[in-house]
């Protein structure tokens, strides 16, 4: 008797073993899947900031392929599509996941965002009007005052404007924008201060200090103004305000600096030189 008992003694302890085994092994498939789900989504951020944005499109279209379904990862595609400068791709797949059924508000922001990028404006304001106003980001209101702006619809865009700085950390961008909505408006004043908060949030801007230096020869100020600048900025600045005394009818000034400019860039100022010849020879003619 003792040996059948052995034998069901055995097969329960193997039977047992395979359990323990079998538990076992579920249990290594799933910290494995954990990590998996772990690194993909390090690999994921990683391709949505450093890496580069065409191996980033890529990367979310093979992806893509094996889960069709994931929203995340469309997400991803369409964010590496606008880094890659392909906003009409974009939109496709950020129209996709906008009127999907894991949409959010920050979706239709980023479908306004691809919209404005193709010149598809009328598009754009119709997904923002679809956002609650409870929804406040930086982004939103920047789209939100860019929209206004090409209606020109001025006292929203300022408004819109004004929330969008008061979002941010790093306003300097939609500063520069907001000081551009009123350079074209003739609001040469305003858009002098927008300009000149801009290059005090971030000195490197260029486009800040150009503008900034347009708004001044809009009121004959033909005086660089006092900020950082590089020896080759100054030359392009000087350029660009002599263009404007020029424009103003104020040639002598303005090949005053055009002259100024040339000297002052440490290579050769091709587009100056230029600008120079063409205003020598129309006054000689």
Not at 28 to 49: F, P
Not at 79 to 94: H, M, Q
Request: charged fraction near 30%; glycine fraction near 6%; charge should be neutral.
């Amino acid at each position: 008797m003792r040996r059948p008992i052995f034998l069901i003694l055995c097969l329960a302890g193997a039977v047992g073993l395979s359990a323990c085994e079998k538990a076992k092994k579920a249990d290594v498939e799933r910290a494995l899947d954990d990590i998996n789900v772990i690194d993909e989504s390090n690999l994921n951020d990683i391709m949505l900031t450093v890496a580069d944005a065409d191996e980033a499109v890529a990367y979310f279209q093979r992806a893509l392929k094996g889960k069709p379904e994931r929203t995340d990862l469309q997400r991803g595609l369409a964010k590496s599509l606008i880094r890659a400068k392909k906003p009409a791709e974009a939109v496709d797949v950020w129209t996709k996941v906008a009127h999907g059924p894991d949409s959010t508000n920050e979706d239709r922001v980023n479908l306004a965002d691809a919209l404005i990028r193709v010149g598809e404006w009328d598009k754009a304001e119709a997904e923002l009007d679809k956002i609650p106003p409870t929804f406040e980001t930086f982004k939103r209101y920047r789209l939100e005052a860019m929209v206004a702006d090409s209606n020109k619809e001025w006292k929203n865009a300022d408004s819109f404007y004004e929330t969008a700085v008061g979002l941010t950390t790093k306003p300097a961008g939609v500063l520069n924008n907001w000081g551009y909505s009123k350079l074209t408006r003739g609001d040469f004043q305003d858009a002098e201060k927008l300009f000149g908060r801009a290059i005090q949030y971030d000195n490197k801007l260029f486009t800040a200090k150009n503008n900034l230096v347009l708004a001044l020869g809009a009121q004959r100020k033909y005086d660089l103004p006092l900020i950082e600048m590089t020896q080759t900025e100054r030359a392009q600045l000087l350029h660009t305000m002599a263009l404007s005394a020029i424009k103003k009818g104020d040639v002598a000034t303005g090949k005053g600096l055009l002259k100024e400019a040339i000297d002052t860039n440490p290579q050769y100022f091709e587009a100056a030189v230029r600008s120079l010849r063409a205003l020598e020879n129309n006054v000689s003619n």
